[in-house]
């Protein structure tokens, strides 16, 4: 009898792949691209410095700093209540009392401008919050599981992607009726299979490595891996998509409220001010062209934000790369 074989032989074989397994789990705070285990914290460290360098991607921070913390102080800000009609002061040009002018019906501009940006921040928000953890989670089940459980959700995924966005969205819409919820909830519906796709590609590779086999090695059950193993390791391209499609959401909702199927009226909000104003445009261009400007801004700080943090969290690119490689 060799000396390994018996009862003890495999209790010691059990515990040595035990310890095997933990100390694969210890070293494996690498990303999905197959970063070394020593860099992992650095490469953290090391994308907030890349950010940080960027005069583009600072400017873009800025702006969104300035129109968030303008949304959040609208009441102390604004001289003059959105919603106040003020007959007398009807089609005024900016001046003095009115830097931006007033409308048809005497409503400060500049006050509909920041009370607007409530609306025009907080809805996209939530439509890219919303569809970025239904996408987030069809993607790790359906990776993570695969079989039955990923091919009937990428099944339905591509039922949904068959389908136009926007003509969904409006279909959504010509259902519910119109008004800035029901078109929060169209785009959530309509929003969430890009996300589900990118997780669920990445979330394949991730479940065939060696600390996702140590942890189910370890007892660990699939909700522990996905939350603790698979998830981090996904978060980086999450974040930067969802950055990305700040800017698009900006733009529908925007789009939506000047068809009259967003928010309306008196509410202030930018897309809705543009749909209407339109109608003077060329004898009081500054009622288009203040809240046009709004949403473009607001749309290029995002976009400046998010094209920064995809140089800052690819390690293939930049001074990142030489650091990383150094």
């Avoid at 389908?163 to 959530?188: K, Q």
């Avoid at 996904?234 to 698009?248: F, K, R, Y």
């Avoid at 949403?295 to 790369?321: C, E, H, Q, Y």
Wanted: charged content about 15%; hydrophobic content about 50%; proline content about 6%.
């Amino acid at each position: 009898m060799t000396p390994n074989s018996g009862p003890k032989g495999m209790q010691m074989t059990i515990r040595q792949m035990k310890r095997d397994a933990a100390s694969i789990l210890r070293g494996r705070r690498c990303q999905a691209a197959g970063r070394p285990e020593d860099l992992s914290m650095s490469y953290w460290r090391q994308s907030l410095h890349e950010l940080v360098r960027d005069p583009l991607a600072l400017t873009g921070l800025a702006i969104l700093s300035v129109l968030i913390t303008v949304a959040i102080l609208a009441p102390f800000l604004a001289p003059y209540d959105p919603d106040d009609i003020q007959v007398d002061r009807r089609m005024l040009w900016p001046c003095w009392d009115h830097p931006l002018g007033t409308d048809k019906f005497g409503r400060d501009i500049l006050s509909r401008m920041i009370f607007g940006a409530r609306l025009s921040l907080l809805m996209p928000s939530i439509i890219v919050i919303t569809t970025l953890t239904v996408g987030t989670t069809v993607g790790l089940v359906s990776g993570f599981k695969g079989g039955l459980v990923d091919s009937l959700l990428m099944r339905l995924v591509d039922i949904k992607s068959s389908f136009p966005g926007l003509l969904l969205t409006l279909a959504i819409i010509g259902m519910l009726g119109p008004g800035i919820l029901n078109a929060v909830i169209a785009m959530s519906i309509t929003g969430w299979t890009g996300y589900a796709r990118i997780i669920r590609g990445m979330t394949l590779q991730l479940r065939e490595m060696e600390f996702v086999d140590a942890a189910r090695c370890l007892g660990a059950s699939d909700t522990y891996v996905i939350f603790r193993h698979i998830l981090p390791n996904v978060i980086s391209p999450v974040v930067l998509l969802a950055t990305l499609n700040m800017g698009g959401a900006i733009l529908s909702m925007a789009g939506l409220g000047f068809l009259g199927l967003g928010a309306q009226p008196p509410a202030a909000e930018w897309g809705s001010m543009l749909s209407d104003n339109r109608g003077f445009m060329f004898y009081a261009p500054y009622l288009v062209v203040v809240p046009g400007m709004g949403i473009m801004i607001t749309v290029l700080a995002f976009n400046l934000l998010g094209d920064g943090l995809r140089d800052a969290m690819d390690p293939k690119s930049g001074r990142l790369a030489e650091e990383m490689r150094g």
